[in-house]
């Protein structure tokens, strides 16, 4: 189900580039969460095209015997370098809605 992000950016299921992005980020989500992840699923996210790619996705990761649910911020450039995560945000609920951040 789609929904808005901040005006007329809204949110739309995850896509295997999405995925790979969160996947190829894993590292820094643990450093950032100062958790070993066990495992990491993108829910859902919203893009918005500045010069490259900011992406704002709702992710589900399991740490031990806990389930957390965060929201990052990454930014692709538009040539071949790596995506990466801008921002982090935790204590995210998988009801809350994904807006705009940092």
Excluded: W
Aim: glycine content about 6%; some cysteine.
């Amino acid at each position: 189900m789609a929904g808005k992000m901040h005006g007329s950016i809204s949110t739309s299921p995850v896509t295997d580039e999405v995925q790979e992005i969160v996947q190829s980020l894993k590292d820094r989500i643990e450093e950032e969460s100062k958790r070993k992840v066990e495992f990491l699923h993108a829910l859902l996210h919203c893009s918005q095209v500045v010069a490259g790619m900011n992406y704002f996705v709702k992710v589900v990761f399991v740490a031990g015997n806990a389930a957390e649910c965060i929201h990052i911020r990454v930014f692709k450039p538009v040539a071949g370098e790596k995506p990466s995560l801008v921002k982090f945000e935790t204590n995210k609920k998988v009801s809350d809605e994904i807006t705009s951040f940092g």
